[in-house]
């Protein structure tokens, strides 16, 4: 079983950066060595999206709305996922959740393939 716990939200103006953080821990081994994480978001009345994700390979995909913004990033050593955001825009205003999938090659952006999700942290970007 994987645990996955977001930290970093918080409220910031448009044009600022903020950097999300996710703890992952596993009764097992270390959880980046073997799996797919992945960030989306989900704002009031939307369905959730996603918005970045990264293999265990190190490869990584996005949302179009988010290229050249966001970056996603692992420390294996840490078991750690991070976003960094940046030139946050207002309609980044979301709920933003890490998520993981045991299939390490997998590279998606669709919640369906994800199993383990951790409890969110929200993002405010006022204009």
């Known amino acids: 079983q994987v645990q996955l716990v977001e930290s970093g939200g918080g409220s910031v103006q448009s044009g600022g950066s903020l950097r999300l953080s996710c703890a992952a821990s596993?009764?097992?081994?270390?959880?980046?060595?073997?799996?797919?994480m992945a960030w989306f978001r989900q704002a009031p009345g939307k369905e959730r999206e996603g918005v970045a994700a990264?293999?265990?390979?190190?490869?990584?995909a996005y949302a179009d709305s988010v290229k050249g913004r966001f970056t996603i990033s692992q420390d294996k050593v840490k078991n750690t996922l991070y976003l960094q955001m940046d030139n946050l825009k207002s309609e980044d205003t979301a709920m933003y959740y890490c998520?993981?999938?045991?299939?390490?090659?997998?590279?998606?952006?669709?919640?369906?393939?994800?199993?383990?999700w951790g409890q969110g942290t929200q993002v405010s970007v006022s204009s």
């Open positions: 998520a993981a999938d045991s299939r390490g090659w997998l590279l998606s952006l669709h919640e369906y393939n994800y199993h383990e």
């Open positions: 990264i293999n265990s390979a190190g490869t990584t």
């Open positions: 596993s009764d097992s081994f270390t959880i980046f060595s073997g799996y797919c």
